[in-house]
């Protein structure tokens, strides 16, 4: 059933016409994208090793996307001393991994983002990131969206939309934040990391896909004889993501036992 079909049915039913067109503007953004689009990263980078694969898939498939941008995202645990290191670490690991795939050319286009987590609902931190992000998505429109890439707290998009909320009408954000709709709790990092900043996010009427990180990305998984056998030798950054994900795994075993 179309779009027009469920709101002639009562799909919309009791909702304003305002309401319907921003639902139908909403949908319209989500659809497939049919040809290549523009995309910005928000990374935590140096907080776990996901997103270092992350990255490194982006750049690498130009039939698919073309990464504009690179955002550091604050994070704040046992690997930095505040928020504000841990942008900065982050920010260091995206020219690393840049470096290893030899496509430098985008850290011309690599920013710091916010140094400390929202205060509030209402006070955007701002950083090079926010403002290139309210720049460059002032440059899109609804048919031809930014996509903004976001795997760490939110911090960075929601002071963007703070600083000009017009930029929700330009942009498609996909965030790998929050638990699957069926889980308990809500205990997820990047969420509890600026919950003011998913508080905006969730307030703003803008085309949003969730990656849950409970119940459906925790599904993602790989071996320490798959990465070696896949990655091992190929290359300068593969052999890193191995080391770096191994190391990674040992750690986190270490604290679960």
Known sequence: MGVNSR?????????????????????NQLRWPKNKVDVVIDTDTYNEIDDQYAIAYAL???????????????????????????????????????????????????????????????????????NDLVERAMNYTQDNPLYVVALGAITNIASALLVKPEIAERIVLIWLGGHAMHWPNTFEFNMLQDVAAARVVYATELPMVLLPCQGVVSGFTVSGPDLEYWLRGKNDLCNYLCDVTIKEAEERNKIAT
Do not use: W
Request: include cysteine; aromatic fraction near 6%.
């Open 7 to 27: 709101v002639n049915n009562g799909y919309l039913k009791g909702r304003t016409r305002a309401d319907i067109d921003t639902n139908l503007r909403i949908l």
């Open 60 to 130: 690498r498939s130009p039939e698919r996307m073309t990464v504009k941008a690179i955002y550091a995202a604050p994070f704040d645990n046992h690997k930095c001393a505040d928020a504000k290191e841990g942008m900065e670490l982050s920010f260091k690991e995206i020219h690393n991994i840049c470096t290893l795939l030899g496509e430098t050319d985008i850290l011309k286009n690599t920013f710091k983002g916010s140094d400390q987590f929202l205060k509030d609902e209402k006070t955007p931190v701002m950083s090079d990131a926010v």
